[in-house]
């Protein structure tokens, strides 16, 4: 059974810092690219940005290029998002989610994990 579990979310000022991590277990993580998408409320899911199996091409949204990084370490099954520079717009809720192939739609991914928080206050 495959288990997304993402942790870091939390409460920050304007111009602050987070990490998210999304754990993953029940799947080969190294076949998947990995996707991070966000909700904010009465919005539809966006995804913010993507990273090939093999980490090595990733791609944002025009909305967080240049300030949010997408990484993974497929020792630990894990995917990362450091987002920067953070603004009052960039709070919602934030998933992670698995694709089996490297393409910028929504569809394409499945296997949710329950979220995670991020506030951004001005």
């Known amino acids: 059974q495959v288990q997304l579990v993402e942790s870091g979310g939390g409460s920050v000022q304007a111009g602050g810092s987070l990490r998210l991590s999304c754990a993953a277990s029940g799947l080969t993580f190294s076949a998947y690219t990995m996707g991070w998408f966000r909700q904010a409320p009465g919005k539809e899911r966006e995804l913010v940005a993507m990273v090939s199996s093999s980490g090595y091409s990733t791609a944002y949204a025009r909305s967080v290029k240049d300030r949010f990084t997408i990484s993974r370490d497929n020792s630990k099954n894990t995917v990362y998002l450091q987002m920067n520079s953070l603004k009052p717009e960039d709070t919602a809720v934030y998933y992670c989610?698995?694709?089996?192939?490297?393409?910028?739609?929504?569809?394409?991914?499945?296997?949710w994990g329950q979220g995670t928080q991020v506030t951004v206050s001005s």
């Open positions: 989610a698995t694709s089996r192939a490297y393409s910028w739609s929504v569809d394409s991914f499945g296997n």
